[in-house]
């Protein structure tokens, strides 16, 4: 079993749509937890950091974390084609970067 | 400034060539990452300093040789590099440690090992 899964994608949606991104993982030491979003040929971009288990809203993404369930969600309201992008999930113990882990990645295509 | 800057962004390099990637940031982060991203993979670590001394080294080949000379500046030294080490190599930086930023990433340098 990889430490972190991800749906696999490609996800296509038409532009409007609630998108839901997910990954579960197997380390239950896991503290801290990210969503990054990567252009073609770009570095990835923080957009959602959370600790521990809860919601976090920011503008049209909401991030879940579910530490009982090793569940963690991305949600994305009102989906533009300017989202359309590679979605990570990551992870960590906690700082420096030890064990910081990436999942595999969903692309994401929203459709006008 | 709330960027980290590396250059080149595009570099082909043969087997035989000594090459070095740099990093830059002025945010004041005090640990900085090199990554290794191949297509469709997400990035994997493969150094980390903290406080500029080198702290995680993920078993790295020695053909890989990071230095960071000042708390701005990260470099990767090249040499007697492979084909297969062709791929996107991705700078980051964070506060001390996560703080509430995550991480910052740069933008990469696409080599090419020919």
């Known amino acids: 079993q990889k430490e972190v899964e991800q749906d696999p994608g490609p996800l296509s949606v038409p532009e409007g749509a609630i998108v839901s991104l997910n990954c579960t993982y197997s380390?239950?030491?896991?503290?801290?937890f990210m969503w990054y979003r990567q252009y073609s040929r770009k570095g990835p971009e923080l957009l959602m950091y959370?600790?521990?288990?809860g919601n976090k809203e920011d503008g049209r993404f909401t991030a879940q974390v579910d530490k009982s369930s090793k569940y963690i969600s991305l949600f994305i309201r009102d989906s533009q084609p300017s989202d359309s992008a590679t979605y990570l999930c990551?992870?960590?113990?906690?700082?420096?970067?030890?064990?910081?882990?990436f999942g595999p990645g969903t692309r994401l295509s929203v459709l006008p | 400034d709330t960027e980290v800057t590396q250059t080149p962004k595009h570099l082909v390099m043969g087997m035989t060539n000594k090459k070095s990637l740099k990093c830059e940031q002025h945010m004041g982060h005090r640990a900085m990452y090199w990554y290794k991203q191949k297509a469709k993979k997400p990035p994997e670590l493969m150094f980390v300093y903290s406080y500029e001394k080198l702290s995680i080294n993920e078993s790295v080949p020695s053909r890989f040789s990071p230095e960071c000379p000042n708390s701005s500046l990260l470099n990767l030294h090249l040499h007697a590099l492979q084909p297969e080490d062709s791929a996107l190599y991705l700078c980051a930086s964070s506060q001390g440690g996560l703080g509430d930023y995550g991480y910052t990433f740069g933008s990469g340098t696409r080599l090419t090992v020919v």
């Open positions: 959370t600790y521990s288990s």
């Open positions: 380390n239950s030491a896991f503290q801290y």
């Open positions: 990551a992870m960590t113990l906690g700082n420096y970067g030890q064990n910081f882990v």
